[in-house]
T-cell receptor
C-alpha cells in the first residue's frame, strides 16, 4: 500500500482523444509531482504543486494540462498527444517541497498513444 | 514485505569518510536497477545504473547481489556536495522506487 494511488494503471488512446490521469495521496502531504518515465531514459519532472499551487512547469507541451483541486488530488489532462508521449507517468508526493523529504511514488499510468 | 526497501537514514557522515547503503528488493525476477540522487527542491536525477558485475564511476561504486536480492551504493572520500537523498529504483514489470536514504556530509 503505497499511499499514492494512480488511475488508470494502463491507458491506450488515439492522438485525437482527450483523457485524464488521476493521482490521489492519502499521506497528508503538501507537495505533489508529475513525472514522465520513457523507456531507457531517466525520470523527467513535468509539474510540481505545493499547497495546490503550481510551482514548476518543466517546459512541458501544452497538450499536457495539470490540475490540482486540493492537496490530495492531482490530475493530468491529455489531449492531441503524439506517439512520443507514450511513457510511464508517475505521480509522487512529499510532506514538503524539499528534496530531502522522501517522495512517495504511485505505481504509475502506462500510456500508449496509437 | 515491501517491494523495495531502503533505510531512510539520516546518515550523518564526516567529510572524507566512506559510506555505504543498501536497497533490498522482493521480486527475484527484477531486471534493472538504478541509483538516483535527489537534491533539495530538485527532481530525482539518475546517478548510475547497477550492473550484475558491479560498476564504478569515480568515487561511487554500485553492486548487485542477486542471491540476497539487494543493491548497494558505496561513496568513497565523501564530499559536502554528496549531501542528498539517494533513491534506488528496481524495474521488473514496473518501475519501483525506494523512498530514499538521506545522507548528510558533515564538515
Amino acid at each position: 500500500e503505497t499511499g499514492v494511488t494512480q488511475t488508470p494503471r494502463h491507458l491506450v488512446m488515439g492522438m485525437t482523444n482527450k483523457k485524464s490521469l488521476k493521482c490521489e495521496q492519502h499521506l497528508g502531504h503538501n507537495a505533489m509531482y508529475w513525472y514522465k518515465q520513457s523507456a531507457k531514459k531517466p525520470l523527467e519532472l513535468m509539474f510540481v504543486y505545493n499547497f495546490k499551487e503550481q510551482t514548476e512547469n518543466n517546459s512541458v507541451p501544452s497538450r499536457f494540462s495539470p490540475e490540482c483541486p486540493n492537496s490530495s488530488h492531482l490530475f493530468l489532462h491529455l489531449h492531441t498527444l503524439q506517439p512520443e508521449d507514450s511513457a510511464l507517468y508517475l505521480c509522487a508526493s512529499s510532506q514538503e517541497l524539499d528534496g530531502f523529504q522522501p517522495q512517495h511514488f504511485g505505481d504509475g499510468t502506462r500510456l500508449s498513444i496509437l | 514485505r515491501k517491494e523495495v526497501e531502503q533505510d531512510p537514514g539520516p546518515f550523518n557522515v564526516p567529510e572524507g569518510a566512506t559510506v555505504a547503503f543498501n536497497c533490498t528488493y522482493s521480486n527475484s525476477a527484477s531486471q534493472s536497477f538504478f541509483w538516483y540522487r535527489q537534491d533539495c527542491r530538485k527532481e530525482p536525477k539518475l546517478l548510475m545504473s547497477v550492473y550484475s558485475s558491479g560498476n564504478e564511476d569515480g568515487r561511487f561504486t554500485a553492486q548487485l547481489n542477486r542471491a540476497s536480492q539487494y543493491i548497494s551504493l558505496l561513496i568513497r572520500d565523501s564530499k559536502l556536495s554528496d549531501s542528498a537523498t539517494y533513491l534506488c529504483v528496481v524495474i521488473n514489470e514496473k518501475l519501483t522506487f525506494g523512498t530514499g536514504t538521506r545522507l548528510t556530509i558533515i564538515p
